[in-house]
């Protein structure tokens, strides 16, 4: 008799506990068929997939370094949007904020004594040629390097791991910053992630070379590019200077992959490198 249904005739049993179960008690299982209680059991006993929040599922997808970066750059944009709201500044106007002159990149004090520096406590400033790399002229400029960024960095992320990725990074964008900070006007102010993307480019050619790629969709973007630096108000200099960081740090990387310790000597030099180039 079923075990639920004592008035119930049945010939079938449970396969997991052996109990007498009718058609009205019994689910069809992998093997044989289970009773309530039973199959009550099973399911407490699976667990069940965590939902994944939307941030967790877009550092899946574009690598956790490059939304690191996004995410960064981002939020100096809003920072500086936000304290420019009293000086008639905003969201599409952030640079009228005293944060964003205190970190962009000035290649010569008003004086012309020091290099990096605004000069209001007489000493330098060399953290701008960093600082300089997160922060952008207006809501466009900041898309359009963002959407570079993501394009870039998803693929150079994977192939070189994380941590070597935003040490290449780190490296273009300096070297942009040691670029404009030697070669552009004396007064002139920079900013932006440009020397950094520029990086990844030289950085993407270089890989894609080593494992004898197709490099021409690249160059062509690469050369694109290049033209579109020579439009007033975009810097060339930074340009160039993150495509030369990016290429050598790109190469270093290659050409010493099988000894992890020569890797991040070579990648702490040329960190080194562009403020010894400006500050001497």
């Keep these: 008799m079923c075990y639920r249904h004592h008035d119930r005739v049945t010939g079938v049993a449970c396969t997991r506990c052996g109990r007498p179960i009718c058609p009205d008690c019994m689910s069809a299982a992998s093997v044989g068929f289970h009773c309530p209680e039973c199959v009550r059991e099973g399911r407490a006993s699976v667990r069940r997939p965590r939902s994944t929040g939307a941030v967790r599922r ?22 500086t949007a936000l304290l420019a709201l009293p000086n008639n500044g905003g969201l599409i106007q952030n640079s009228a904020s005293a944060l964003f002159h205190d970190l962009s990149l000035i290649p010569v004090c008003a004086t012309g004594e020091l290099p990096l520096v605004v000069c209001p406590t007489g000493g330098a400033e060399p953290w701008r040629l960093l600082t300089s790399a997160f922060l952008h002229y207006g809501l466009f400029h900041l898309i359009m390097n963002m959407l570079a960024l ?50 990844l480019l030289g950085a ?20 694109l590019n290049l033209v579109i630096s020579l439009l007033p108000g975009i810097s060339l200099l930074g340009h160039l200077g993150g495509l030369v960081g990016g290429g050598l740090a790109a190469a270093l990387l290659i050409l010493a992959r099988r000894q992890p310790t020569l890797q991040w000597v070579g990648i702490g030099a040329l960190m080194v490198l562009p403020f010894a ?4």
Aim: proline fraction near 3%.
């Design 58 to 79: 877009f550092a899946g997808r574009w690598g956790p370094a490059t939304t690191t970066l996004v995410g960064l750059n981002v939020a100096a944009y809003l920072v």
């Design 150 to 199: 993501l394009v870039l960095g998803v693929d150079l992320e994977r192939y070189l791991g994380w941590a070597k990725f935003v040490a290449l990074y780190l490296v273009s964008a300096l070297f942009g910053g040691a670029a404009v900070t030697l070669f552009a006007e004396p007064i002139s102010e920079t900013v932006g992630a440009s020397g950094g993307v520029f990086g």
């Design 204 to 223: 993407a050619v270089v890989v894609i070379r080593f494992n004898r790629g197709d490099l021409r969709p690249l160059i062509s973007v690469l050369v």
């Design 277 to 280: 180039a400006v500050l001497a």
